[in-house]
């Protein structure tokens, strides 16, 4: 009896270790929570809009004058064969008594032209009809400073500036493009009736073709078996190393100009893989005749004009 006693004991005790052992929790489960893996934001960074480019701000450099909405402009460039450091431009005086009013330089320090180099002049045209004169001052002071004198300024869209001769006895002259010319305009024969010297009959009093070396033919017989002698048909040409005479020129240079004569009615790419790059470069707009480039070399200028497509065709060399 007491045998059966111990034995339901003994398994009411088995029963509760069992009962109890069921009921407990494994304190080390826990739950594992999913961190999500964080996305790169990639960011966009939006693309700019390309801005306008004004190709005449950006190309016009040595500026004179105020560019305003109704200031009209002229080109100037040097061939004279020296630096010039300083320009005056005023209107031809009606009374000799006038002549030393210069007013002031336009450059005013702020640059110097070399030789083949060019300027830009804004400036008021008015009401007048008046021609205007041209004063330049060299770099080197020991030069004698030069004018040109009856220009009609209000005509011109280019005008160059140059010497016929070389040293003291050289006479300064100016050939010019109209806005409605295909030819070059020439001032020398005006300048020698003014000084009482004979003139080139060779040359057209009015015109000139559009060639810097045309004028080379009218340089002095002092100068001109010097130069016969010193150049060289092999020989490289240096715009900087004239003495302020476009006789200077060699063969090469009128072959390059002859070359880019041929480019004319084709693209100014094309001119540009034949001939080099120009020295510099700037646009006109016009309501009438539209965009009109011209292209600055040491010893010609290309003018050309871009249709609605936006091609660039070359118009002219001179």
């Keep these: 009896m007491f045998k059966k006693k111990y034995l339901a004991v003994a398994g009411l005790m088995a029963l509760a270790v069992v009962i109890s052992g069921c009921g407990k929790k494994n304190s080390g489960d826990s739950v594992v929570q999913a961190t999500p893996t964080p996305t790169q934001e990639t960011a966009v960074t939006a693309t700019p809009t390309p801005e306008l480019i004004n190709m005449e701000e950006t190309t016009e450099k040595n500026i004179m004058g105020e560019k305003t909405s109704t200031a009209s402009k002229v080109t100037i460039v040097n061939k004279t064969g020296l630096e010039v450091a300083a320009i005056y431009i005023r209107e031809t005086p009606s009374d000799d008594s006038e002549d030393d009013e210069w007013g002031d330089d336009l450059v005013n320090g702020m640059f110097t032209l070399k030789n083949g180099e060019n300027a830009v002049y804004y400036y008021e045209k008015g009401t007048s009809s008046a021609t205007y004169d041209i004063r330049i001052t060299y770099s080197d002071e020991e030069k004698n400073e030069c004018f040109f004198r009856k220009l009609p300024l209000k005509t011109m869209k280019q005008i160059t500036l140059r010497m016929d001769g070389s040293g003291d006895d050289a006479i300064p002259y100016a050939t010019y493009m109209t806005a409605s010319s295909t030819k070059e305009v020439s001032t020398l024969n005006d300048v020698k009736k003014r000084l009482g010297l004979s003139t080139d009959d060779s040359e ?115």
């Design 204 to 318: 057209d009093d009015s015109s000139v073709t559009p060639t810097p070396t045309d004028s080379d033919n009218s340089d002095s017989n002092s100068s001109s078996d010097s130069d016969s002698n010193n150049a060289s048909p092999t020989s490289t040409p240096s715009a900087d190393n004239n003495s302020g005479s476009d006789s200077d020129n060699t063969d090469p240079t009128n072959s390059t100009i002859q070359t880019a004569e041929g480019y004319i009615g084709m693209s100014i790419d094309d001119l540009e893989s034949a001939v080099g790059s120009a020295q510099s470069s700037e646009y006109d707009e016009d309501d009438t005749t539209g965009t009109t480039g011209y292209y600055y070399y040491p010893d010609f200028t290309v003018s050309t004009s871009v249709d609605e497509a936006g091609n660039e065709i070359v118009t002219g060399i001179w």
